[in-house]
């Protein structure tokens, strides 16, 4: 008893001491670096995301997602319109330039395109090619929208190495209209079917099934009649289009209602990870421990007081 | 400000009141109070303290206090300054108009490296970029951050895109820099090579941001080989409209604004730099910015402080002492 009241206060300071210089264990973790490329073509301007536009809701999940991020993690921005994607900020770190990220994305706005046409699979090619150049992997956001629509040939291959990545669909499962807006940004209203082209445009082989097509001529119309209408001017997310443009290419899907938990699962399905080296602090454990030891110590003393015997 | 990493330690801190009740030292029932030498009447609070201490330090310790970090504002040397870039794809060529090869370094190239030198220079500058083609773009929003001002300069190696609408461009970047402060200086430094035809709208709207807040504007054109110049008035008979002459019709446009407006005419990297260093001259004035504070952990202090509490409670149980080392002889004996 008088042993342990002399040597557990020593050995609380011990502890503490241990504490104060600030052991730690060698853990390793994950970390992807990303390009993030959003699509800000028209019809990412649909409010079918329980009411908001797909392209706020795009930033609002990767504002959510790039803050969940571990620190150390680098992130870019960029956008995709016409049939290219342009990079706006290479890689940062997430943790120093948060603010930044956060102000570029919200930045992101549908009046930055340089040209209306929005064909996806070349502008993912495009947006790969850049994302392996930055050695970072890829999330591209879009609806899968292609207009004008895909050529007969279908839509571009990848025969390239890919740094893998996500594609994270934007948009409802229920055909919505587009927004229309006018030369000063005003909305007017929305495209009707006489505004967008509903085919492919009458360049390259025709179709297989011309012949079958009301209005075919072998020499005068090898094209036939059917692209006259159509519903391109009703936007919804094409989910099997993109999962198969995303399979192709070594990349995921998922869909932008699920969340950034969706989004960083499939992310780390489909991405390499970088593995790096942290530190994790073994303070508290020591002095939590010295803590107890110095209840203890507090505690060895009797709580009664000793009769002084001869 | 402190913070808690892990605030929940707190909740332990009413262990803190051990000590009041119970004593670090043994107690005697014959307390003898003439055998205590008065300047020891202070070691049975000072051990009462300490016992309170060394506890409340490791709790904290748990609960892991730190400095919150952030940013300090302090004064500095500089501008707000907004870098407005053109995209266009003739930016890719060399100053000769020609796509570069071997050696040649693109307009690009060279504005992006004179730019990472100058803002590598200034490190009190608080800056934004825009850059436009047929379209404006907020590349990065003002910032202090160096390393995303870095990226955004990189991010501008990838090859340009289609036209020139430099007057919405314009009105972006006046709208930044507007924004970025209302008392220190703003400028707009717009890098291009080319100009074009500025919409009547465009202008009223340029006027209008012109007359709400002074902002000093600089045009660096990157002249190429063969290309009209800003300042040269055409030869009497020679059509001299906007379509015809965009650069000479933006430069009057922008003398017309009422702002301090300066023009460089650059056709080579070297003038180029000559430009930049004298803008930077210019625009060399007192700025409130703000510089980031690291968060600072203060675990650390907590446990030294409850390491050194402890090891005084251990010295005072070792040198424990009874009061009394033997009972006192009786006052009085009886016979």
Redesign the interface.
């Not at chain 2, 119970?22 to 014959?30: D, G, N």
């Not at chain 2, 083609?133 to 929003?141: K, N, Q, R």
């Not at chain 2, 675990?299 to 030294?304: E, G, N, S, V």
């Not at chain 2, 409850?306 to 090891?311: G, P």
């Given at each position: 008893m008088t042993a342990a009241r002399a040597i557990l206060p020593a050995l609380a300071a011990g502890l503490a001491l241990v504490a104060a210089a600030g052991p730690g264990i060698e853990g390793r973790r994950e970390l992807r670096d990303v390009l993030i490329v959003v699509d800000i073509t028209r019809s990412m301007n649909v409010r079918d995301m329980d009411g908001a536009s797909r392209l706020d809701a795009a930033r609002d999940v990767l504002t959510r997602w790039i803050a969940s991020q571990p620190c150390g993690a680098r992130v870019g921005l960029g956008f995709f319109t016409e049939r290219r994607s342009l990079t706006l900020i290479e890689p940062v770190e997430i943790c120093t330039d948060y603010a930044t990220l956060a102000g570029t994305l919200a930045g992101l706005d549908w009046r930055m395109a340089w040209e209306g046409d929005s064909m996806i699979s070349k502008g993912l090619n495009h947006a790969l090619n850049r994302a392996r150049g930055l050695d970072a992997a890829l999330i591209f956001v879009t609806d899968g929208q292609e207009a004008p629509p895909l050529p007969y040939s279908g839509p571009d291959g990848w025969r390239e190495d890919s740094p893998g990545g996500v594609v994270l669909g934007a948009g409802g499962d229920q055909p919505a209209p587009i927004p229309k807006f006018d030369d000063l940004g005003r909305e007017t209203g929305f495209y009707g079917p006489t505004d967008v082209q509903h085919a492919p445009a009458r360049i390259g082989a025709p179709p297989t099934d011309a012949a079958d097509r009301p209005g075919f001529h072998p020499r005068n119309n090898p094209y036939g009649e059917a692209d006259l209408e159509g519903s391109e001017h009703l936007s919804a997310m094409r989910a099997e289009y993109l999962t198969r443009l995303a399979g192709e290419r070594g990349m995921g899907f998922a869909r932008l209602s699920a969340g950034p938990a969706a989004l960083q699962a499939t992310l780390a399905a489909h991405a390499p990870a970088r593995r790096v080296a942290t530190h994790r602090s073994l303070s508290p454990v020591f002095g939590a421990l010295a803590l107890a030891v110095l209840l203890a110590a507090l505690l060895a003393t009797p709580l009664h007081a000793r009769k002084e015997t001869p | 400000m402190i913070g808690f990493a892990?605030p929940p330690a707190l909740f332990?801190l009413p262990?803190l009141l051990?000590?009041l009740v119970?004593?670090?030292?043994?107690?005697?029932?014959?307390p003898r109070l003439d055998l205590r030498a008065v300047e020891g009447r202070a070691v049975g609070p000072l051990l009462v303290a300490l016992?309170m201490l060394?506890?409340a330090?490791?709790?904290l310790?748990?609960a892991?206090p730190y400095l919150r970090g952030g940013s300090t504002a302090y004064r500095g040397i500089g501008t707000n300054l907004v870098l407005l870039i053109d995209?266009s794809s003739s930016m890719d060529d060399t100053f000769a108009g020609r796509s570069p090869q071997g050696g040649d370094e693109s307009k690009a190239a060279a504005a992006r490296r004179i730019l990472l030198d100058f803002i590598a220079r200034r490190p009190d500058d608080r800056i934004g970029i825009a850059a436009f083609?047929?379209?404006?773009?907020?590349?990065?929003?003002m910032?202090e951050?160096r390393?995303?001002i870095a990226?955004?300069v990189?991010?501008l190696a990838?090859p340009g895109?289609?036209?020139t609408d430099v007057g919405r461009g314009l009105t972006l970047a006046m709208g930044m820099a507007h924004e970025a402060s209302a008392s220190d200086s703003r400028a707009v430094v717009l890098v291009s090579d080319g100009a074009a035809v500025i919409a009547p709208?465009v202008q009223t709207a340029l006027r209008n941001l012109a007359a709400r807040r002074q902002v000093n504007i600089y045009w660096l054109y990157l002249r190429t080989k063969g290309a009209k110049g800003i300042f040269e008035v055409p030869e009497p008979g020679q059509a001299d409209t906007p379509h015809l002459r965009p650069e000479r019709h933006l430069h009057i446009f922008l003398q017309s604004l009422g702002l301090p407006y300066h023009a460089f005419e650059a056709d080579s990297p070297g003038a180029v730099e000559d430009a930049v260093t004298e803008i930077g001259r210019m625009e060399s004035r007192p700025i409130l910015t703000r510089r980031?504070v690291p968060r600072r952990d203060l675990?650390?202090?907590?446990?030294?402080l409850?390491?050194?509490?402890?090891?005084a409670?251990?010295a005072a149980?070792?040198l424990e002492r009874?009061?009394?080392p033997?009972?006192p002889a009786p006052l009085l004996v009886p016979a």
């Open positions: - | 892990w332990a262990l051990l000590p119970i004593r670090w030292l043994r107690a005697s029932a014959v016992a060394a506890p330090a490791l709790i310790g748990l892991q995209r083609s047929t379209a404006p773009m907020l590349v990065l929003p910032t951050s390393t995303a990226a955004a990189a991010a990838e895109l289609s036209q709208e980031p675990a650390w202090a907590c446990h030294l409850a390491s050194l509490c402890c090891a409670l251990a149980r070792w009874r009061y009394a033997r009972r």
